[in-house]
């Protein structure tokens, strides 16, 4: 553990309890994918099937519960209880697009081919995508919501705080790891564009908006 983990950790945390406030403070979950929250739901199943089985510690514990346990949570929000608000027409983005050429990346490209493993790579590559359908939908109404935006924004900070946790193993204990680091890389530029409009509109008090 190191401050840029930790500081990633609390933005990934802060993340998911806006997206959570903000479909259950407005008693709806317009703005936002289903796709990319089925998509985070394989991520954290998939990767934390250890969670009994390999005891690391009480907080690494706790936080696989969580992200399993809110990503489900927040599934049953937007496709149950309030689906009646679910912006369906918008969310179209095709995900299998996603999960077949990630499945395939997963069982080549690992470091031991084994269930766990393959598991374990499979959500890697999918988590650098899984925002993808997301930004879809926020691209084709044209703008997001300002909680809509810190939820997307707190998001992509985790994963850059994630590359500086990486830089610093590196420098400080010689690990490195280059499935996470590329797909780390490449998840946190999709989120370029995101984070030059939310620095210069969102926390200026604009709406934020994106090209259809």
């Known amino acids: 553990m190191n401050v ?3 500081a990633g950790d609390l933005s990934h945390l802060l993340a998911i309890i806006i997206l959570l406030m903000k479909i259950w403070k407005t008693r709806s979950c317009a703005g936002i ?3 990319t929250q089925i998509l985070f739901a394989l991520v954290y199943t998939s990767r934390y099937l250890d969670l009994f089985t390999n005891f690391v ?3 690494n514990s706790v936080m696989k519960v969580f992200f399993v346990a809110t990503s489900y949570a927040t599934i049953y929000l937007i496709y149950n209880k309030f689906k009646a608000t679910y912006d369906r027409n918008h969310d179209t983005f095709r995900i299998e697009f996603l999960l077949v050429p990630v499945v395939i990346l ?3 490209v690992n470091h031991e ?3 766990v493993e393959v598991l374990w790579t499979f959500s890697i590559y999918l988590e650098s995508v899984a925002i993808l359908p997301q930004l879809f939908l926020v691209s084709k109404t044209g703008e ?3 909680i809509t935006s810190h939820y997307l924004f707190c998001l992509g900070l985790y994963r850059a705080l994630y590359i500086l946790n990486w830089i610093y193993r590196y420098y400080i204990e010689g690990f490195y790891d280059l499935i996470p680091i590329v797909t780390g890389v ?3 530029v999709l989120y ?3 984070f030059y409009l939310y620095i210069t509109r969102v926390i200026k008090g604009k709406t934020l908006k994106l090209p259809a």
């Open 106 to 108: 997963g069982l080549l």
């Open 144 to 146: 997001a919501e300002t």
């Open 186 to 188: 490449v998840q946190t």
């Open 192 to 194: 370029c564009d995101f």
């Open 33 to 35: 994918s289903g796709k």
């Open 57 to 59: 510690s009480v907080y």
């Open 113 to 115: 081919f084994s269930l």
């Open 4 to 6: 840029f983990r930790l």
